[in-house]
């Protein structure tokens, strides 16, 4: 089992900045690849970015591809979520994802542990 803590999230204007974090425990940490997901009211769960075990290979939606950063510390078993150029768009509630594989993965079924969620909300 893993437990997955999301924090960072909260309320900012558009063009501005937040910071993502997912704190893991459990097992260990550094066999999993993650993932952050994303859903907004009325929509499906979509992928936003993803990272491999190590850290060494990274993967973004297209939509927020050169705005977002995703990176790891296994050392502190976390993960975080650079968020820059913030959109209105990007309004919903982001959720941090493990998978007991080495390489990340876009689907969400392919995720089998799942924070709560952090409520992330952009004003125009």
């Known amino acids: 089992q893993v437990q997955l803590v999301e924090s960072g999230g909260g309320l900012v204007q558009a063009g501005g900045s937040l910071r993502l974090s997912c704190a893991a425990s459990g097992r260990t940490f550094s066999n999993y690849a993650m993932g952050w ?11 936003v970015a993803a990272i491999s075990y190590s850290g060494s290979t ?24 650079q968020m820059n150029s ?7 509630i982001y959720y941090c994802s493990a998978r007991d594989y080495r ?18 909300t952009v004003s125009s």
Do not use: C, H
Request: charged share 25%.
């Open 37 to 47: 997901f994303r859903q907004a009211p009325g929509k499906e769960r979509e992928f």
């Open 58 to 81: 990274t993967y973004y939606a297209d939509s927020v591809k050169g705005r977002f950063t995703i990176s790891r510390d296994n050392a502190k078993n976390t993960m975080a979520l």
């Open 86 to 92: 913030l959109k209105p768009e990007d309004t919903a």
């Open 103 to 120: 390489m990340g993965s876009r689907s969400p079924m392919e995720y089998s542990y799942w924070g709560q969620g952090t409520q992330v």
